[in-house]
Nanobody, 114 residues
Framework: QVQLVESGGGLVEPGGSLRLSCVAS????????MGWYRQAPGNQRELVAT???????NYGDFVKGRFTISRDNAKKTVYLQMSSLEPEDTAVYYC????????WGQGTQVRVSS
């Protein structure tokens, strides 16, 4: 059974940084494009960042150069380094394949507030 376990969220002041991690218990992890998604209260889940099998990276327009996605295939882990966080980044963050394929994990809450 596939498990996606996200961690690294928390409460941070505007302008702060966080590093999210997602461990995916999947076979052939390195052969899939992976992504970070987020869902804010009252909003639909949206794709934040994608990293392909060849480590090409794409970001939502709202990222504006503030986030960096990376992966470690040996650890079956995908990361999201977030900096210059804004209150609008407050959401539950999830990882999954791109396009989404697995059942969602529990996510990790990110709250940006002073």
């Amino acid at each position: 059974q596939v498990q996606l376990v996200e961690s690294g969220g928390g409460l941070v002041e505007p302008g702060g940084s966080l590093r999210l991690s997602c461990v995916a218990s999947v076979n052939f992890f390195g052969t899939y494009a992976m992504g970070w998604y987020r869902q804010a209260p009252g909003n639909q889940r949206e794709l934040v960042a994608t990293i392909t099998q060849t480590e090409s990276k794409n970001y939502g327009d709202f990222v504006k150069g503030r986030f960096t996605i990376s992966r470690d295939n040996a650890k079956k882990t995908v990361y999201l380094q977030m900096s210059s966080l804004e209150p609008e980044d407050t959401a539950v963050y999830y990882c999954n394949r791109v396009p989404r394929y697995y059942t969602w994990g529990q996510g990790t809450q990110v709250r940006v507030s002073s």
